[in-house]
């Protein structure tokens, strides 16, 4: 079944992902806001940034518009994007930002490479969901800067070349295994962004706190960091969070321990960051699967889960706060975690 032109089961998950990542008009703006535009802004990921810089400062040193193709991968809320843009403005380009999802033809993908300008950065997000007539149609617009546009159909049919000006293609993932290798092979380098250290996460969220000029306690910025899942994008989600519900009880603008606990017990967010979600796959795997193991297609159907949403967006931080283990015959929970949920542990594999 398909519905707006998705099969029923991407739909589904686009909507999860929706819930869970995207954000409406009002944060949308606040993000723009709290985005870093320079490499100073930028926090953390040193060696990224320096690999990045070398790049650009060579190709600008051989006179050359733009540089080599660049692939990001890493979790949701890393930075791709903000590094990604920070590379366009260096490189004197202007961003272009469309995503894997947005491109569903040839002609949708035509009509962006040729309205770009000589140095223009084309960001594509979620690159690994453009589909193989798509991404072939992308391999001569890489390597050689020109598309076959095919004119009429059956007999008729011709092809026209259109050369387009020299450009370069930034792409970002959160699921490198699915960039197929042909089209991985057509980036000069590929990084992947790691998860944030917690005193990275501090000076984000002192930042962003400066920028929506309100203040906050050391205390305070350590447990919004604690429940921000090595995440910059959630470490400022909370932050605002924390923030709007500071200012309706009344305590104005200043962000001190005791009202990060009263928000984030509301919002339902455990002193490890682990959200309701979180935990119903925990549960699910203690209750219904005595720990484990299990595969990913019985976790989904008994958690009411799309796979990807458990693959992205669950599972990296419970494997990453040791909470979940994957092993060839599916996942297990582990003893820390029965220790968090406060249960009591059947066969979890031991840790302590
Ligand atoms: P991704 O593209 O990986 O999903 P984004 O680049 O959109 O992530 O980052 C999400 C938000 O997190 C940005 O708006 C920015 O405010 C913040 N952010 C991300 N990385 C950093 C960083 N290294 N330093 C400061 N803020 C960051």
């Known amino acids: 079944m398909k519905l707006n032109g998705l099969p029923a089961k991407d739909k589904k998950m686009r909507e999860d992902f929706i819930k869970k990542n995207s954000l409406n008009k009002e944060e949308e703006i606040i993000e723009n806001t709290l985005r870093p535009k320079s490499w100073e802004d930028y926090i953390g990921q040193e060696k990224i940034k320096t690999n990045i810089k070398v790049i650009i400062e060579a190709a600008k040193k051989r006179g050359e ?16 994007t903000t590094l990604a843009g920070i590379a366009a403005k260096e490189l004197g380009g202007n961003f272009r930002i ?42 001569p617009a890489i390597e050689d800067f020109k598309i076959h546009l095919v004119l009429g159909k059956g007999l008729m049919a011709r092809t026209m070349e259109i050369n387009l000006p020299k450009f370069t293609l930034m ?38 706190a400066d920028l929506l000029q309100i203040t906050i306690d050391d205390e305070a910025i350590k447990q919004i960091t604690v429940a921000s899942r090595f995440t910059p994008r959630v470490a400022n989600r909370l932050l605002k969070r924390v ?22 017990g509301f919002l339902e967010i455990d002193n490890m960051g682990l959200e309701s979600g979180d935990r119903k796959i925990l549960e699910v795997l203690i209750e219904k699967f005595s720990g484990g193991p299990v595969g990913l297609k019985s976790l989904a159907a008994a ?20 909470f979940l283990e994957r092993t060839p015959k599916g996942r297990t929970i582990t003893s820390l975690a029965y220790k968090h949920l406060n249960k009591k542990q059947q066969n979890a594999k031991k840790l302590l």
Request: glycine share 8%; hydrophobic share 35%; with cysteine.
């Open 243 to 264: 923030r709007d519900f500071v200012q309706v009880s009344g305590d104005k603008n200043h962000i001190d321990k005791k009202s990060v606990e009263k928000a984030l």
């Open 98 to 139: 469309t995503s894997g999802t947005a491109i569903k033809k040839t002609g949708d993908l035509a009509a962006i490479l040729s309205n770009l300008n000589p140095g223009d950065v084309l960001f594509i997000d979620e690159i690994h969901r453009l589909n193989k007539l798509i991404e072939e149609f992308l391999y």
């Open 65 to 80: 518009i733009g540089c080599e193709h660049l692939l990001f991968y890493g979790g949701s809320g890393l930075g791709k």
């Open 171 to 208: 792409g970002a993932t959160t699921r490198i295994a699915l960039v197929s290798s042909p089209l991985r092979a057509r980036f000069g380098a590929t990084f992947q962004l790691n998860y944030y250290l917690p005193e990275d996460l501090e000076k984000i969220i002192k930042r962003s």
């Open 303 to 322: 958690t009411n889960e799309e796979e990807d949403t458990i693959l992205e967006i669950y599972e990296p931080y419970l494997l990453r706060l040791g």
